[in-house]
């Protein structure tokens, strides 16, 4: 046996005795996971020398302790608590179960006795290792954290994700003059920032006044005051925020735009888009909360009416043409486009998008991120789409004529073309495009179908109780004599634990969905108004967003207090 041999020990040296793996082999797996700080199984598969199965297979056969699959188990079971999150992600353990003073646990290298000693430590319990597949245990692993609450150890920045526009190299001389590695500051940033993960909230506001400091929570669309935390600190906050989002600290007079990335755990992370904006007592920053889980829930999660959702995959599943997204900021028009997009990523579209910036990333999809001080707008990043031999195309909103121009000669050119307007519902938008300077002719030619849509507070199941609302007020609502025949009951919000007192918990999607049919497009060649075209999309059967309100209103979804105000008509 040779001199290299003598540092190997444990599930390694086991390895070269059984003749599965050459000394060789063992060796240059060794230096791969010492140079990249990973352990020695995870390497060894990563190497594709061995699966994790073979592994775990090999080490019950070798040393004698029992297999277990962790996808066969329910991890609802396992108790909580138990290991500490540090010692179980330091040592790649999980508990598994619980019975008198014994703790059985998971593990992938039995050989780690320092594991198996420190779980003694720690719980004073006799522990039962059992092998584990290495890739399931940390899949497991990062479940348990994640559900605990105390998975944050550092904010990591997504390098692809940085806004590089100029300066770079005098920021990096900035930031060391600051004193950022304050780390009581560090941990309340991931505090906040974990709590507005857990409590499903949208935006983080951070608004510094003349005699206090507060933090706001947007939770299904409404503002609600978190944490006043204390006013000396605000310049900390924002300029830790900076850094992460590698934003110029020094620059304190304009707004700036940038990202940042919050690591959960292996197997999950959520991205933030950071705008900060001047105000009269300090920088005021707004952290969007992008999850990209959010798109691939699936167009049933979404609220679409049966009709409506035939409607939309119809237009879709056209070869060329433009589709329209139209609602307020904070709508959901976002999820939507990408929900779209998701249903058509396939292996055989060419998919790009120009947006500003992306929120979501959607593997499979060629992203932009629109840079108009570099020169990169949305029609310049159009045309290039355009010799990209694409296939879908989506802008993140249309905002002059020239990006309406390209557009539309894009769907009419064979391609299929998604993006936004601010409009308030789906006829007002083609007028919208006429107002631009958009001919009639191509509006008409191009657009199959336009969505409308509206985010409602969706009513808690746990709390929500029938209301008697008086006749006349429901016909003034909207509803019809027809609606009303007694088969249905409206609901109200109560307030409980689980909505936090609010009633509501969650938000649905109302939505308009208007295709765009032969006698509105003779409308639009005529010049009609938003209002002719909204009289043919009522005779052709097109729901309004009140009417589409109502009927999750009789569905018991939301209230109908929550419908006449995010309608407003």
């Known amino acids: 046996m040779s001199t290299t041999t003598a540092p190997i020990s444990g599930l390694a040296r086991l390895l070269v005795q059984h003749g599965r793996l050459a000394e060789a082999d063992i060796e240059a797996v060794h230096v791969a996971a010492s140079d990249g700080k990973t352990s020695f199984i995870e390497q060894l598969i990563q190497s594709r020398k061995m699966t994790g199965k073979e592994i775990a297979e090999f080490s ?14 329910d991890d609802t079971y396992i108790p909580q608590g138990v290991l500490d999150p540090k010692l179980m992600t ?28 420190e779980v003694r430590f720690q719980t004073g319990q006799q522990i039962e290792p059992i092998i584990v597949e290495d890739g399931k245990l940390l899949t497991l692993q990062a479940k348990l954290i994640e559900a605990s609450g105390a998975s944050i150890k550092e904010l990591q920045v997504n390098e692809s994700d940085l806004d590089l526009q100029g300066g770079e190299e005098e920021q990096q001389q900035e930031v060391s003059t600051v004193d950022v590695d304050d780390a009581p500051v560090v941990k309340y940033i991931q505090k906040i920032l974990l709590d507005a993960i857990k409590a499903e909230a949208s935006d983080i506001h951070f608004e510094p006044y003349e005699k206090f400091y507060r933090i706001r929570y947007r939770q299904d669309g409404i503002l609600r005051e ?53 105000t009269l007592h300090g920088e005021k920053i707004c952290i969007r909360i992008l999850d990209p889980s959010s798109a691939t829930l699936g167009i049933d999660a979404l609220g679409y009416d049966p009709d409506q959702k035939e409607a939309l995959m119809h237009a879709i599943s056209r070869p060329y043409g433009m589709v329209l997204v139209t609602g307020p900021t904070g709508s959901g028009k976002t999820v939507s486009l990408y929900t779209c997009l998701n249903i058509l990523n396939q292996p055989g579209t060419n998919i790009s998008t120009a947006e500003d910036p992306a929120e979501i990333n959607l593997a499979g999809v060629n992203q932009v991120n629109v ?5 990169l707008t949305f029609a310049v990043a159009l045309k290039a789409f355009l010799r990209q031999d694409p296939d879908i195309i989506m802008v993140g909103e249309i905002r002059d004529l020239e990006t309406a121009d390209i557009a539309i000669k894009a769907a009419q050119t064979g391609h299929m073309v998604f993006s936004t307007l601010h409009t308030n519902d789906a006829p007002t938008t083609l007028t919208r495009m006429l107002n631009m300077g958009v001919a009639p002719f191509n509006v008409a030619s191009s657009v199959i179908l336009i969505t409308a849509q509206r985010l409602g ?17 429901l016909l003034d609502a909207g509803f019809t004599e027809a609606d009303l025949d007694g088969s249905w009951t409206p609901y109200k919000p109560v307030g409980c634990d689980i909505c936090k007192g609010t009633g509501y ?18 409308i639009i060649m005529k010049n009609g108004t938003a209002i002719d075209i909204a009289d043919q999309a009522q005779r052709e059967g097109v729901r309004d967003l ?24």
Request: glycine share 6%.
């Open 505 to 522: 918990k969650g938000r649905v999607g109302i939505y308009q969905v208007m295709p765009i049919s032969d006698e509105m497009n003779r």
């Open 90 to 117: 330091a040592q790649r353990i999980v508990p598994l179960y619980k019975r008198g003073t014994r703790l059985f646990i998971g593990i992938s290298d039995i050989t780690n006795l320092q594991a198996l000693e």
């Open 60 to 73: 019950s056969q070798a040393f004698g302790y029992p297999l277990l699959d962790l996808e066969q188990i």
């Open 546 to 569: 009140r009417r589409s309100g109502l009927i999750k209103v009789k569905l018991g979804v939301t209230s109908l207090e929550e419908i006449m105000a995010i309608t407003n008509e």
């Open 226 to 278: 978190v944490a006043q935390p204390p006013l000396a600190i605000k310049e900390k906050i924002a300029s830790r925020i900076k850094v992460i989002s590698k934003l110029d600290i020094s620059e304190k007079r304009v707004p700036q735009d940038g990202r940042m990335k919050l690591v959960l755990s292996r197997t999950r992370a959520i991205d933030f888009r950071v705008s900060t904006l001047p």
């Open 371 to 375: 840079n108009e001080k570099a020169g």
């Open 457 to 473: 507070r969706r009513l808690c199941a746990s709390c929500k109780q029938p209301v008697d609302i008086p006749h006349e007020a």
